[in-house]
């Protein structure tokens, strides 16, 4: 209703505006020409006229929209045209008659309301009739050709924010395997040493895969439930490592409240241990430090390891933590992001991850 009440108003706005403009202009010339013209009598003798083609324009765009190139072909079309013309050009000389904006050529006073009025018109307006339907055709079909091209561009958006949160689920799921394949590798380790921590750490594992699996929906969650979870799931190594996996974390109280990728953190610290700290016998330290600068959130891990640990994940590598990483932040945050891992002189890596700093529940970023 809304969109047919608009319609109705813009045509109406601009045939009475042409129309307006036409008396203005046939007062001015009858004025030249020294059959003067009242300015009032030429726009309303314009205005009639021209009220005419507003009536007939919406006959014309039913037509359109009823027999469009675009979905009934342009045979069809084409038909349907030319019979709309030819009742276009009838329906305009019967009305144009009846409004009584027929004057003479040469007296210039109203012709009265006949059928040999009517026919006149018919006669001597047809050019002028031609071209004012191809113009209404003409601007009717740019405009559906406009909305078609419109729904395309949104179906196509629409389609590919589908596929982009299509892989970034395809891509989280592949992280639940990956690190429940390494973490019941680690307790079916400790089962032949210390079945009690064995069962701890299985009890614990269920604990955290349900936390992991009620946030899975999530493409992004809070900096704090990211560090709660990578906390429980540092608590489960730690009972499986025991004094050779020693801890360090500096959070910045503010970087808490940034939004980040969804068990973004978690890989990459499991990484630093799995290519780490597991190949040292003495173990080492895994560090933690987020920060926030200017519009960017820092995140830094630090890992002890051997001078000769493999920096599997480095780019180029095949590290499953790092390179699903990489594509989440990628269709997250496009260029937007760094992400670097460098070997460490004295053994180990350290990996640096730069992402824009942006609050839970907005896109703005986090207060200083």
Not at 66 to 83: D, E
Not at 326 to 352: E, M, V
Request: aromatic residues 8%; positive net charge; charged residues 20%.
């Amino acid at each position: 209703m809304r969109r047919g009440i608009r319609l109705a108003v813009v045509v109406l706005a601009v045939w009475v505006g042409l129309g307006v403009f036409m008396g203005v202009q046939f007062y001015v010339n009858g004025t030249i020409t020294g059959k003067p013209v009242g300015v009032w009598a030429g726009i309303d003798i314009s205005v009639r006229r021209y009220l005419v083609y507003a009536f007939l324009t919406f006959p014309v765009l039913w037509l359109c929209r009823r027999f469009s190139p675009i979905t009934k072909g342009w045979f069809s079309a084409v038909v349907a045209h030319l019979v709309g013309l030819v009742a276009f050009m009838v329906l305009y000389a019967v009305l144009r008659t009846a409004s009584g904006s027929v004057l003479d050529r040469v007296t210039l006073e109203r012709r009265p309301v006949s059928l040999e009025t009517g026919l006149t018109v018919l006669r001597s307006t047809a050019y002028e009739q031609l071209t004012m339907y191809l113009s209404i055709v003409m601007a009717a079909l740019a405009l559906q050709y406009h909305r078609a091209y419109r729904e395309r561009e949104m179906r196509e958006a629409e389609l590919k924010q589908q596929m982009a949160e299509y892989e970034l689920q395809v891509l989280k799921v592949q992280l639940h395997p990956h690190f429940l394949f390494n973490a019941m590798n680690g307790i079916a380790t400790l089962m032949v040493r210390d079945t009690k921590t064995a069962r701890e750490m299985l009890l614990r594992l269920s604990e955290l895969l349900r936390t992991a699996l009620s946030r899975s929906a999530e493409n992004e969650v809070s900096l704090r439930e990211e560090i709660e979870f990578v906390k429980a799931y540092l608590e489960l190594e730690q009972m499986r490592f025991g004094e050779r996996l020693r801890v360090e974390l500096s959070i910045e109280r503010r970087s808490l409240e940034a939004r980040v990728p969804n068990m973004i953190i978690q890989p990459l610290v499991e990484n630093a241990i799995v290519y780490g700290i597991a190949r040292t016998r003495a173990g080492g330290t895994v560090g933690l430090t987020t920060r926030c600068v200017g519009g960017l959130l820092r995140i830094l891990i630090v890992n002890d390891g051997p001078p000769a640990a493999s920096t599997r994940g480095l780019p180029g590598g095949s590290g499953i933590g790092l390179s699903n990483a990489r594509t989440r932040l990628s269709r997250i945050y496009g260029d937007a992001y760094r992400l670097r891992l460098d070997k460490r002189p004295q053994g180990g890596a350290t990996l640096f991850l730069e992402m824009p700093l942006r609050a839970i529940g907005s896109t703005v970023e986090v207060p200083a």
